[in-house]
T-cell receptor
Framework: AQSVTQLGSHVSVSEGALVLLRCNYS??????LFWYVQYPNQGLQLLLK??????LVKGINGFEAEFKKSETSFHLTKPSAHMSDAAEYFC????????????FGTGTRLTIIP | DAGVIQSPRHEVTEMGQEVTLRCKPI?????LFWYRQTMMRGLELLIY????????DSGMPEDRFSAKMPNASFSTLKIQPSEPRDSAVYFC????????????FGQGTRLTVV
């Protein structure tokens, strides 16, 4: 079954430092990939999505992600962390064939150190 | 559009009682998803519908859980009888047709079974 793996359930970075959250997918056919953010006591909100139009995808709040087929990865980055970035981040996948089942990774909780 | 609307936002019930969670998807969206989120298991897909038809219910934990989508603007998730281990946040999400479209989430229903 199509899935994504998020390495690191918790990541801490200093304010102003680079944010890197990792996501790898399991498929020989590149799927559709998404990054969502969840703030406390809220639903999930889309940050960005990969739809094969471009390998470098820019999203909201200064986040971007690069699709690398050779590494089956779709890591999320932000050059300079803000306190407001503290949240949980989820990578998600829809396979590029058959059903439209949207499956999420286990999530990475991002903490920003002042 | 008001987005995906879930009700109630909070539900506290006694073990053994029937619980019904409700969801109104975004108008025009043809897919609807029910997810359960817990600290231990993360975000689990329970069931999803396409054009009001259940496509994949493999995530429904047991027969105590059932979901319906009688029309394009309404879905329910029912637990009967409820158990303390069902305590979680339940999210509903909807998306438009097409593999590269993102899902929009409701605010969730926090269920506590005592």
């Amino acid at each position: 079954a199509q899935s994504v793996t998020q390495l690191g359930s918790h990541v801490s970075v200093s304010e102003g430092a680079l944010v890197l959250l990792r996501c790898n997918y399991s498929s020989s056919v590149p799927p559709y990939l998404f990054w969502y953010v969840q703030y406390p006591n809220q639903g999930l909100q889309l940050l960005l999505k990969y739809t094969s139009a471009a390998t470098l995808v820019k999203g909201i709040n200064g986040f971007e992600a690069e699709f690398k087929k050779s590494e089956t990865s779709f890591h999320l980055t932000k050059p300079s962390a803000h306190m407001s970035d503290a949240a949980e981040y989820f990578c998600a996948v829809i396979p590029n064939f058959g059903n439209e089942k949207l499956t999420f990774g286990t999530g990475t909780r991002l903490t920003i150190i002042p | 559009d008001a987005g995906v609307i879930q009700s109630p936002r909070h539900e506290v019930t006694e073990m053994g009682q029937e619980v019904t969670l409700r969801c109104k998807p975004i108008s025009g969206h043809n897919s609807l998803f029910w997810y359960r989120q817990t600290m231990m298991r993360g975000l689990e897909l329970l069931i999803y519908f396409n054009n009001n038809v259940p496509i994949d219910d493999s995530g429904m934990p047991e027969d105590r859980f059932s979901a319906k989508m009688p029309n394009a603007s309404f879905s329910t998730l029912k637990i009967q009888p409820s158990e303390p281990r069902d305590s979680a946040v339940y999210f509903c999400a909807s998306r438009d047709r097409g593999l590269n479209t993102e899902a929009f989430f409701g605010q969730g229903t926090r269920l506590t079974v005592v």
